[in-house]
């Protein structure tokens, strides 16, 4: 029994979930920097540096600094792209650059949280075009991510309509609890990042996964589960009952698939930055 999941009926309880470095081995939105450039979204120079920044992110992850900077860029960035094609390029390639980085663990709990009668709900600083089609390949029954401001064009304004972050997650958390009947003391949270505490410290049973040290040394503390993910395994190699058809999302967000070059040229820049 992974994360020492109990088997609680009443009240409703859910498990919320952080996405990158959490249930996935990589950052979402930079795993498809090639898939975005192929299509046309990004240049090769951004495509170089995303992958740079992939880098980055798996050494050691963004502090609360660089988030924003992340999040400064996006509004310029992101302008003008045309939404559809964002989602046409995640569905066309989810299943070959997602599939094969979902944590062996992270799937298991998720199988677990769900056969003891609670919803799982994806909790993501990523965009929904990115977010969204991984929650269903997940089984999630929900989705909280960034969402951006559409035109009636169908192109994002570059204008951030709501920023799933630090604490605005936890705000996410406590407003679902309301309208789903959730007990929070009886849910469960998970994520590898320190900037997730407000959002851990919201349940009953908050877990430390893959956590940098900020994370780390707070768990300890608090005496928290530290959990190590470590076995990436295509779904399709796993037993054939983790595919269970998934529920609407009902808190999604029309976010942008684009971050990915956007995260790039943040991480770049701040790496340049601190080397000189």
């Known amino acids: 029994m992974l994360g020492g999941v109990e088997n609680h009926s009443l009240p409703r309880a859910a498990a919320f979930f952080d996405l990158d470095k959490t249930v996935i ?32 992110f798996l050494a050691g992850g963004l502090d609360h600094d ?15 792209w045309n939404v559809q094609q964002v989602r046409d390029i995640v569905a066309e390639t989810l299943h070959d650059l997602i599939d094969p980085i979902i944590y062996d663990e992270a799937a298991s709990l998720i199988e677990e949280h769900h056969a003891a009668g609670r919803d799982v709900v994806i909790v993501s600083t990523s965009g929904a075009e990115v977010v969204e089609p991984i929650g269903e390949l997940l089984g ?4 909280v991510a960034t969402r951006m401001v559409v035109g009636e064009d169908g192109c994002f304004t570059g204008e951030v309509e709501y920023y799933a972050y630090g604490p605005t997650k936890a705000e996410a958390i406590q407003e679902l609890a309301v309208s789903e009947g959730y007990d929070l003391d009886r849910c469960y ?19 430390a996964v893959n ?45 942008i698939g684009a971050a990915a070059a956007t995260a790039g040229l943040v991480w770049y820049a701040s790496r340049r930055r601190t080397t000189a």
């Open 25 to 56: 081995a990589k950052s979402s939105t930079l795993t498809f920097s090639k898939s975005f450039y192929q299509g046309g979204l990004i240049n090769r120079r951004a495509a170089l540096r995303t992958a740079y920044a992939q880098f980055v």
């Open 66 to 80: 660089q988030m924003e900077r992340m999040r400064e860029y996006l509004s310029t960035l992101c302008r003008g």
């Open 140 to 143: 999630a029954d929900r989705v």
């Open 189 to 207: 949270a998970y994520s590898d990042s320190a900037t997730d505490l407000p959002m851990l410290k919201t349940v009953g049973y908050p877990h």
């Open 211 to 255: 956590p940098d040290r900020a994370l780390r040394r707070e768990a300890l503390a608090r005496e928290w589960p530290v959990l190590e993910f470590r076995r990436p395994v295509p779904l399709k190699k796993r037993l054939p009952t983790f595919s269970v058809p998934p529920r609407p999302a009902l808190v999604a967000a029309a976010a």
